[in-house]
């Protein structure tokens, strides 16, 4: 078994109709920070969204509000940027993290004060991401907060760091696949294989998941000494 396996993360993806929402955080070959975050839906609800960029950020908003019917769980800011640090999240849990990093805290201290989702049977994961920059060797963060049965009697709560390496990036997802329930991301994140250019990996991400249920996808590739970035929004309904 070869543990320093990078998996093809358009292939994988492919191999699995319902992933959820990702998380997926690295370094291309030439030296850029990675972020890239998709959500998928199956309920009509879920689906009736789109991403938006507002600065610096990305906001979720429905793409039909006549038809929006429970905001609580799907509508967030996904993707926050503090300077030279830039979070990912499923969730309002973005917002938490940033409060945390402006008061002095971190990532796990912010995390800790939150759960997974309150949407039982599924109990979804949050799953999260930090990318701290200023330096080329610069370093990241991912966590996934699950329950810790199938009752939500208790939340389980995983944090992982990385150094950044060359043409390596790290995924996690909320679903290890479909179902009913949907069953919660088993394991540590996925190793994949990052490609230097920016919109053959948006693409080769998009492609990738699955057609029916695919959202919205947005792709980041950031100087790590600068701040200074590209981008790139995906959205199945409207404009992007």
Same mark, same amino acid.
């Given at each position: 078994?070869?543990?320093?396996?990078?998996?093809?993360?358009?292939?994988?993806? %492919?191999?699995?109709?319902?992933?959820?929402? !990702?998380?997926?955080?690295?370094?291309?070959?030439? !030296?850029?920070?990675?972020?890239?975050?998709?959500?998928?839906?199956?309920?009509?609800?879920? %689906?009736? %969204?789109?991403?938006?960029?507002?600065?610096?950020?990305?906001? &979720?908003?429905?793409?039909?509000?006549?038809?929006?019917?429970?905001?609580?769980?799907? &509508?967030?800011?996904?993707?926050?940027?503090e300077g030279l640090q830039t979070i990912v999240t499923n969730g309002d849990q973005t917002d938490t993290i940033l409060h945390h990093l402006r008061q002095g805290g971190s990532f796990?201290?912010?995390?800790?004060?939150?759960?997974?989702?309150?949407?039982?049977?599924?109990?979804?994961?949050? &799953?999260? !991401?930090?990318?701290?920059? !200023?330096?080329?060797?610069?370093?990241?963060?991912?966590?996934?907060?699950?329950?810790?049965?199938?009752?939500?009697?208790?939340?389980?709560?995983?944090?992982?760091?990385?150094?950044?390496?060359?043409?390596?990036?790290?995924?996690?997802?909320?679903?290890?696949?479909?179902?009913?329930?949907?069953?919660?991301?088993?394991?540590?994140? %996925?190793?994949?294989?990052?490609?230097?250019?920016?919109?053959?990996?948006?693409?080769?991400?998009?492609?990738?998941?699955?057609?029916?249920?695919?959202?919205?996808?947005?792709?980041?590739?950031?100087?790590?000494?600068?701040?200074?970035?590209?981008?790139?929004?995906?959205?199945?309904?409207?404009?992007?």
């Amino acid at each position: 078994m070869d543990v320093y396996k990078k998996l093809d993360a358009a292939s994988y993806l %492919r191999g699995n109709d319902y992933p959820g929402r !990702g998380v997926l955080l690295g370094k291309s070959p030439d !030296g850029k920070a990675v972020l890239a975050y998709f959500i998928m839906g199956r309920s009509e609800n879920s %689906r009736n %969204r789109v991403f938006c960029a507002q600065g610096d950020d990305v906001m &979720i908003f429905p793409f039909d509000e006549g038809k929006m019917k429970d905001p609580s769980l799907i &509508i967030y800011a996904p993707v926050r940027t503090e300077g030279l640090q830039t979070i990912v999240t499923n969730g309002d849990q973005t917002d938490t993290i940033l409060h945390h990093l402006r008061q002095g805290g971190s990532f796990q201290t912010a995390l800790n004060t939150r759960s997974f989702e309150p949407d039982a049977p599924n109990l979804t994961p949050r &799953i999260s !991401g930090l990318l701290h920059l !200023g330096e080329g060797d610069f370093t990241y963060e991912l966590s996934i907060l699950k329950s810790a049965d199938a009752a939500g009697s208790a939340c389980n709560r995983y944090y992982y760091r990385y150094a950044a390496l060359p043409g390596l990036g790290h995924l996690i997802h909320t679903y290890e696949e479909n179902g009913n329930p949907l069953p919660t991301f088993q394991g540590e994140p %996925r190793r994949v294989d990052i490609p230097a250019d920016l919109d053959a990996f948006t693409d080769a991400l998009w492609t990738g998941l699955n057609a029916e249920n695919r959202i919205s996808l947005y792709v980041r590739y950031t100087d790590p000494l600068t701040g200074r970035y590209e981008s790139r929004l995906v959205n199945k309904f409207g404009k992007d």
